[in-house]
């Protein structure tokens, strides 16, 4: 499935990790992900770093946002029930803990999870190998350039990361699936009650989809409590607000030791025109 983002052409797997034609090697890591970064998209701060990583895999390992992993799962096997041996694209998969759930609900598809962060990746075909998933391959690579020929994929994921219109569209099949996951507008409301003296409300996202027709969104909403301020600096270090939020607004998160928010999440699937 793969191709060679050096020549394009297609690569074939042995027991060392990828060739093509050309001879460009793309060697598995010893977690088993394999780097399809080039110095263009390859600087020492691509993507999320180590303690970025880590924060997200200790909250995310709360499964408090597992109602969404299985929601986005049903979908994913409902828009694939007829097609054999499907070609699915997580693009901007982060650490893994949504590829790995959507690969190991439907086994038989076969999972692509794609991340510029090399420590991602490299968390995520790790934690594969020890839930026994089979049918997920990891690679280091843009999902602004991904290493896929033209018209492969039956289906793209995209949870939380960037969307790319010509990219998605190029590499989909006529008809192929795009499942975009997004805040909804009160997503981490009480987060942000603590952050901001103003809290305010999610704006959408426009995403430009001209090559694509929208087929069905829903919204899933629910409350979770956090019970450790280390879970609830985690969820802030996933988050833009780690970025741009007051001084004051963190000191009063870091002496937080429980809070209730709600979780928001809007799932929009899209058809290739």
Known sequence: MFSCPVCKGRLKQNKFGYCCKKGHRFDFSAQGYVNFLDAKHNPSDAGDNAMMVKARTDFLSLD???????????????????????????????EGYYTNIYAASFPKGNFYGMDLSKTAVRHGSSAAKKLGINNVKYAAASCFELPFSDRTADMIVCTFAPVSNDEYARVLKKGGKLIIVCPSPIHLSGLKELLYDEPYLNKPNEYGLKNFAEVDSMRLEYE????????????????????????????RLEHTEYLKTMCGFDILIYRKK
């Open 64 to 94: 408090l946002y597992r109602p969404l992993a299985d929601k986005v799962s049903e979908q994913i096997a409902y828009y694939l029930k007829d097609v054999d041996c499907p070609e699915i694209l997580d693009c901007g998969c982060g």
């Open 224 to 251: 979770a409590e956090l019970c450790s301020n280390k879970s609830i600096m985690d969820l802030f270090m996933m988050t833009p607000y780690y970025y741009k939020s007051p001084k004051e607004g963190r000191e």
